[in-house]
Nanobody, 124 residues
């Protein structure tokens, strides 16, 4: 069992930056691929970014490519999402998730563990 707790959300102006963190419990963090998803009001939860177990490979949604960076520190049991050049359309609740699948899964169904989410609001 893995428990995930996100932090770092907040209110920021367009063009600004935020860094989200997701702390995982347990001693098997490095056994899971990790991802970030987001859900805006009235919309379905969508894929943002994913990183493999050892951090050697990442993959991003087209909407955030070049602006967001996912990384992980297995010694600290933490995954990060650095968000630069934020836009109002990035406003959402951001969730981190853990997957036992190999590769770089982008589907919600491939993730077994979810955090409670952290709100990111970007003002114009």
């Amino acid at each position: 069992q893995v428990q995930l707790v996100e932090s770092g959300g907040g209110l920021v102006q367009a063009g600004g930056s935020l860094r989200l963190s997701c702390a995982a419990s347990g001693r098997t963090f490095s056994s899971y691929g990790m991802g970030w998803f987001r859900q805006a009001p009235g919309k379905e939860r969508e894929f943002v970014a994913t990183i493999t177990r050892n951090g050697g490979s990442t993959y991003y949604a087209d909407s955030v490519k070049g602006r967001f960076t996912i990384s992980r520190d297995n010694a600290m049991n933490t995954v990060y999402l650095q968000m630069n050049g934020l836009k109002p359309e990035d406003t959402a609740v951001y969730y981190c998730a853990g997957s036992s699948a190999y590769g770089r899964p982008t589907s919600l169904r491939m993730y077994q563990y979810w955090g409670q989410g952290t709100q990111v609001t970007v003002s114009s």
